[in-house]
């Protein structure tokens, strides 16, 4: 289903999607302050592995439009810009063209942080700087990028009239 075709419904989450999206933000937060450690590995293990079972829900298994993953093209993109500006922004099933690159933005960013933290311990890379380095950059760059996605989200809950974060906790 593509931006257009949804763009006329309001925003319903399924139960997976909610659940996967608090513990995602449950374990960066968790981990942004408990910065090393086993805990601080198996969250992030666990986050990853939360991300990769997102992806294929939304690619496989959910048939609910707002939990299909989808390319937005930068038609949609140019629309959701000039719907931005004129503050006259439609309602739509699912994440808004840039909310599902931001969305696709922080999964890419928790993989490579899964990636750089196990290189860091690997016997290879043990002691090694630029492992530990990238890690800690990439974690900032994910801090920015969620610090984003909620003033998005409150900027987009006033422009569409409709509340998204209670949508995100309960149907």
Known sequence: MSFN?????????TAFVR????????CVLINFF???????RLIGYCCLGLVMLR?????YISNVPSSKLYVPSIKNIK???????????????GHNPLG????????????????????????????VDWPVDLHMILSNVLQCVV???????????????QNLVKRMIKR
Do not use: C
Request: no cysteine.
């Open 19 to 26: 659940i996967t999206h608090w513990l995602v933000a449950t």
């Open 55 to 59: 992806i294929i829900d939304g690619l």
């Open 147 to 161: 610090v984003l996605h909620v003033l998005a989200v409150l900027v987009m809950s006033k422009l569409e009239k």
């Open 100 to 127: 599902q690159w931001a969305v696709y933005v922080m999964w890419v960013l928790i993989a490579f942080l899964a990636l750089s933290g196990w290189l860091s311990r690997t016997d290879k890379y043990w002691g």
């Open 79 to 93: 629309t959701h810009l000039s719907e931005l500006l004129s503050r006259q922004v439609s309602p739509t099933v």
């Open 34 to 40: 408990n910065d090393t450690g086993f805990l601080h």
């Open 5 to 13: 075709e949804v763009k006329s419904h309001s925003v319903t989450w």
